[in-house]
């Protein structure tokens, strides 16, 4: 059983450039969820797929959206980059059953200069 | 609102010692209470859950957790603390709303351990 997978592992974008994050979920798992972790915070929720619909979404801009594929994988797209955008960016996957635990990637480190 | 409060930023221990970690919920039903442990540069690992029954819950790597339900608490123990244990832990509540399903995390709380 592998487990949640995300890419790349880092990078480094300038101002106003677009990014997108790729995150493939834990085999059994249909549900993702991302989070945003600022320097010496908390996660931040992003939002949630399931299905490939989004069905929740936490206080960010439109300018975060995303995607889930057939196979449950996922994307995170950021446009228009702005500084505080630099954060590492968190893939959960899960089942679609209340309180079910959420696994953790490994994140993706996004610096924007 | 929904909210989870890691009273401590910063604690330092003895290896060997025991350790606590306080956290503290705010949620109008019952919680889904989670702990979670991130190392450097990782993502995060989960430590333990608390969905219902028992409210001592055991853990991996010898860590346990006491759901207080008259408190709002979640607190999270070792007796006794090892060098790996170094690292950041965040306290989390399942959120359950409409269609949602999300975490909320607290801000964390660094644990150094001394040799």
């Known amino acids: 059983e592998t487990g949640v997978t995300q890419s790349p592992t880092h990078l480094i974008k300038t101002r106003g450039q677009q990014v997108t994050l790729r995150c493939s979920s834990q085999s059994g798992h249909n549900t993702v969820s991302w989070y945003q972790q600022a320097l010496g915070q908390g996660p931040q929720f992003i939002f949630q797929y399931y299905r490939e619909e989004e069905n929740g979404r936490g206080n960010f801009p439109p300018r975060f959206s995303g995607l889930q594929f057939p196979n449950y994988s996922s994307e995170l797209n950021v446009n228009a980059l702005e500084l505080d955008d630099s954060a590492l960016y968190l893939c959960?996957?899960?089942?679609?059953?209340?309180?079910?635990?959420?696994?953790f990637g490994p994140g993706t480190r996004l610096l924007v200069l | 609102a929904q909210s989870v409060t890691q009273p401590d930023i910063h604690i330092t221990v003895s290896e060997g010692a025991s350790l606590e970690l306080r956290c503290n919920y705010s949620?109008?039903?019952?919680?889904?209470l989670f702990w979670y442990v991130q190392s450097p540069g990782q993502g995060l690992q989960l430590l333990l859950k608390y969905f219902s029954g028992d409210t001592l819950v055991q853990g991996i790597k010898g860590f346990e957790a006491e759901f207080k339900r008259s408190q709002s608490s979640f607190n999270l123990r070792k007796p006794s603390v090892h060098w790996s244990d170094a690292a950041e832990y965040f306290c989390?509540?399942?959120?359950?709303?409409?269609?949602?399903?999300?975490?909320?995390f607290g801000t964390g709380t660094l644990l150094a351990v001394q040799p």
């Open positions: 949620y109008g039903a019952t919680p889904y």
């Open positions: 959960a996957s899960s089942l679609w059953v209340s309180g079910e635990t959420q696994y």
């Open positions: 989390a509540v399942g959120a359950v709303g409409g269609a949602t399903n999300k975490l909320i």
